[in-house]
Nanobody, 125 residues
Framework: QVQLVESGGGLVQAGDSLSLSCAASGRTFSTLTMGWFRQAPGKEREFVAALAWNGGNTDYADSVKGRFTISRDNAKNTVHLQMNSLKPEDTAVYYC??????????????????WGQGTQVTVSS
């Protein structure tokens, strides 16, 4: 089992930056592919960014490319999502997800076995 705990959400204005963190425990962190997904009210959960466990692949949703950066700190068992130039349409609950040794389609939520409880990000216009 893997436990994931997100932090760093909040209320910001359009154009501001925010950094989310996800602390993982329960498995060797370096073997985990880590992803961020988000879900806005009334919408489906969507892929945001992910980083393969072996460093072989990093991917972003088109809507966040150039604005968001995912990174990991294996020494601290933590993955970060740096969000810059935030827009009102970025408002959502952001979820951290993990899958051990996964190197397939990083966008596919169904392949992630572990999920955090989510953290709210609200961007006002």
């Amino acid at each position: 089992q893997v436990q994931l705990v997100e932090s760093g959400g909040g209320l910001v204005q359009a154009g501001d930056s925010l950094s989310l963190s996800c602390a993982a425990s329960g498995r060797t962190f370096s073997t985990l592919t880590m992803g961020w997904f988000r879900q806005a009210p009334g919408k489906e959960r969507e892929f945001v960014a992910a980083l393969a466990w072996n460093g072989g692949n990093t991917d972003y949703a088109d809507s966040v490319k150039g604005r968001f950066t995912i990174s990991r700190d294996n020494a601290k068992n933590t993955v970060h999502l740096q969000m810059n130039s935030l827009k009102p349409e970025d408002t959502a609950v952001y979820y951290c997800a993990a899958s051990q040794y996964y190197t397939g389609n990083l966008h596919y939520a169904g392949r992630y076995d572990y999920w955090g409880q989510g953290t709210q990000v609200t961007v006002s216009s």
